[in-house]
């Protein structure tokens, strides 16, 4: 079938080319980067980032003339008996969603990402890398393009590895950097590894569909749910449960989250893409797109609803106790995706994707903002180093320096004014402060929640309330007071093509928000969703709205006790933020860290302070019970099985002594004993023979001479007698 005959009216056959323009960057850059400059190889990656982007902006205006959408078919895929598999390409205002979100998000990433590189890389020493990076990077595009854009769970499922593989590649970018060297391999391994877990849960749901609906066809599977959901329920709960596996694994919920803090070890755009576009929405993404089956399995949306509640606030309380600007965000992200995984789970499929893309938008400000900041401050080191006087400062300071740990920056406002102003921001949003982008996708979930689950209502109120507070107070420890360090002091804004996306990024999170606004006829997400999630979308409707304002009609749909609460609680949150850390970083110098304050959130919580800080020893609890008794089931099966049992017993005292006890039969009783013998007694026999046959021979002609003769008279006579 030609994308002619498929195509009815817009842009829809150009949908393939979201995936192939960011592999054709990919390739321009392996077969031709290496005679291309840094701006060249940038510039490719980044127009073919770009370019996905523009086409999926066609693709969302041909939907708003055909919002039903199109199926357009590539090739087929797999043909096996019953089952036939296609790569076509699911054009609907979900996946069209996920491609605005992944492509235009991903191409400021890009456009960051080549001036925040070109340091990196001299700052580790191996600047032929920048080419490597940027080939990754438009791959990590076209493996999530490949996933949101699948009709099929196979393919969604490739895409799904795709981006599985291009985090392990990315996280262990610097792969000889870390702890003792392998540090950042080993957080790349941990990422990789954790995520087959998931994988596992994915593929058993794959299973058990196949053997439900003898397909993997979404709109087969959709159509076919309910019968089977009336026939056997507990072969639907059992396939949400294990994909909810998957889901955990890929967006980081409970118990799967501990490979994303670590994810910190690549280069900051590999954290902002992975945090905010990419690889970490794709569970969010998988139980919408899933929301025919999950809606008839109640027991099922309970449980990924619970699991995302437990996983906001869980976070949220690390969060609170992390030092290092990175991982104060990674926390936050799991957070903010156990928002969206309960909502979706509760049925509130429209506001778990309005906190989706709001999401990616502050989050992705925040992430290069923090980079931002680490680049200022490791610059304002380098003018340190470099300055006789002030290089007698950073002896006295007497700490190795880490640019990524609050405790080191501090006054950053004078010196980064751009980047303070943007990430004050992005905190903002992320901290639901209205008329930002994060309030309005935040309270959608928690007034949605209240409505349909309280116990995960309470859940995510906490963690929101925790979510301002951690967020003020890493604004006050970075940003505000004097600086703490003579990096801090001497810290530097970044280039324009740093500063540019993430003021564009600002201005999303400043107005993303309005595009589902709480008033009749605004709500132009949830209408825009609605043509493809169908009922769903209506899921807990009630929540937004009081039943007095039903009544009357009025134009405002916000639940207004929700967003009152939630609204003042973030406000106290950074109130208190600013009460407790303003009072005691103003007054620090630039002090050795041994001389430093200590967080005053220690002495106010103690032991549980410590236990935020050492994220609950979830990273030590699952090395002892999990890790440990991996190695320690490796070593006895490498030491007692392998060696004692299969080498020292089997191998040589079965085979190799068995061999020797057949060889010393065969040698004695066998060859000496009998076929020896046998020789032997051939020779004695010979040798008598001829002992015998000696005497014969004495040498005298009259004894030969009468044998002849003898001989001849016998011969005669026996002629005779014949």
Excluded at 19 to 43: D, H, M, Q, S, T
Excluded at 127 to 146: E, G, K, S, T
Excluded at 594 to 622: C, H, N, S
Excluded at 698 to 713: E, H, I, K, P, Q
Aim: neutral net charge.
């Amino acid at each position: 079938m030609h994308l002619s005959e498929v195509v009815t009216g817009g842009f829809f056959y150009l949908v393939p080319w979201v995936v192939f323009i960011p592999v054709i960057g990919l390739l321009i850059n392996i077969i031709f980067g290496g005679r291309l400059g840094e701006k060249a190889i940038g510039a490719i990656a980044s127009l073919a980032a770009g370019a996905a982007f523009v086409i999926a902006v066609l693709l969302g205006i041909s939907l708003v003339g055909h919002p039903e959408g199109q199926t357009i078919p590539l090739l087929d895929w797999i043909t096996i008996g019953e089952l036939n598999l296609r790569w076509a390409f699911r054009v609907d205002t979900l996946s069209v969603t996920m491609m605005l979100v992944v492509s235009g998000v991903g191409t400021l990433i890009h456009i960051y990402a080549t001036g925040y590189m070109h340091e990196d890389v001299r700052h580790n020493g191996d600047p032929a890398r920048y080419r490597r990076f940027f080939v990754f990077l438009n791959l990590f595009i076209a493996a999530m393009m490949v996933l949101v854009s699948a009709d099929n769970f196979l393919m969604l499922f490739v895409g799904w590895e795709g981006v599985g593989l291009c985090s392990y590649l990315l996280i262990g970018f610097w792969y000889d950097k870390g702890k003792d060297g392998i540090g950042n391999a080993i957080a790349a391994k941990k990422a990789f590894i954790t995520n087959r877990i998931g994988d596992f849960g994915f593929l058993i749901a794959a299973f058990l569909m196949f053997g439900a609906f003898k397909s993997f066809d979404f709109e087969t599977v959709f159509a076919q749910a309910p019968t089977v959901a009336a026939a056997t329920p507990g072969v639907l709960l059992a396939m949400t449960l294990f994909m909810l596996l998957g889901v955990a694994g890929k967006s980081a919920q409970l118990p799967l989250y501990v490979w994303l803090p670590d994810a910190m070890a690549g280069p900051t755009p590999v954290s902002a893409l992975i945090h905010a576009a990419t690889m970490v929405t794709a569970g969010v993404y998988l139980v919408a797109r899933s929301h025919a089956i999950y809606s008839l399995v109640p027991q099922g949306q309970n449980t990924v609803a619970l699991v995302g509640g437990l996983t906001a606030l869980f976070a949220a309380t690390i969060a609170l106790g992390q030092f290092d600007i990175k991982k104060v965000l990674a926390y936050s992200t799991i957070s903010q995706l156990g928002f969206m995984v309960a909502a979706v789970g509760m049925g509130a499929f429209t506001a778990g994707m309005f906190h989706l893309v709001t999401h990616a938008f502050f989050k992705a400000l925040l992430f290069l903002s923090a980079g931002s900041v680490i680049l200022g401050v490791e610059a304002g080191h380098h003018h340190a180093e470099h300055d006789e006087h002030l290089k007698k400062k950073l002896k006295q300071e007497g700490h190795h320096f880490d640019p990524q740990d609050m405790r080191n920056m501090g006054g950053l406002k004078d010196r980064m004014k751009i980047t303070y102003i943007v990430y004050l921001i992005g905190s903002l949003a992320l901290a639901g402060i209205i008329p930002l982008a994060g309030f309005w996708s935040k309270d959608e979930i928690l007034a949605e929640a209240a409505t349909l689950n309280p116990a995960v209502y309470w859940l995510l109120t906490i963690a929101a309330f925790f979510t301002a507070f951690y967020m003020g107070r890493q604004v006050i420890m970075v940003f505000f007071g004097s600086p703490r360090s003579e990096a801090a002091a001497h810290a530097e804004e970044n280039p324009p093509v740093m500063t540019v996306p993430l003021i564009i990024l600002a201005a999303l999170s400043v107005v993303g928000g309005f595009m589902n606004l709480p008033v009749q006829g605004l709500h132009y997400f949830k209408e825009w969703l609605a043509h493809t999630l169908g009922e769903a979308t209506a899921h807990g409707e009630a929540a937004l709205e009081t039943g007095a304002e039903a009544a009357a009609g009025a134009l405002i749909t916000l639940n207004w006790p929700v967003a009152i609460f939630s609204t003042f609680l973030a406000i106290g949150a950074i109130i208190l933020a600013w009460y407790l850390y303003q009072r005691v970083y103003p007054e620090q110098q630039r002090l050795p860290a041994a001389r430093r304050p200590d967080d005053p959130l220690r002495k106010i919580l103690g032991p549980v302070f410590t236990g935020m800080e050492k994220k609950w020893g979830v990273d030590e609890f699952y090395k002892l019970v999990i890790l440990d008794r991996y190695v320690d089931l490796s070593r006895f099966l490498a030491d007692v099985v392998d060696w004692r049992f299969w080498h020292d017993w089997f191998h040589d005292t079965i085979l190799a002594g068995g061999y020797t006890l057949l060889s010393k039969v065969l040698a004695n009783p066998v060859d000496l004993g009998f076929i020896d013998r046998i020789a032997n007694g051939l020779a004695t026999v010979t040798q008598w023979i001829a002992l015998q046959m000696r005497r014969l021979q004495s040498g005298y002609a009259r004894n030969y001479a009468l044998a002849v003769f003898v001989g001849m008279v016998v011969i005669l006579g026996y002629l005779i007698l014949r």
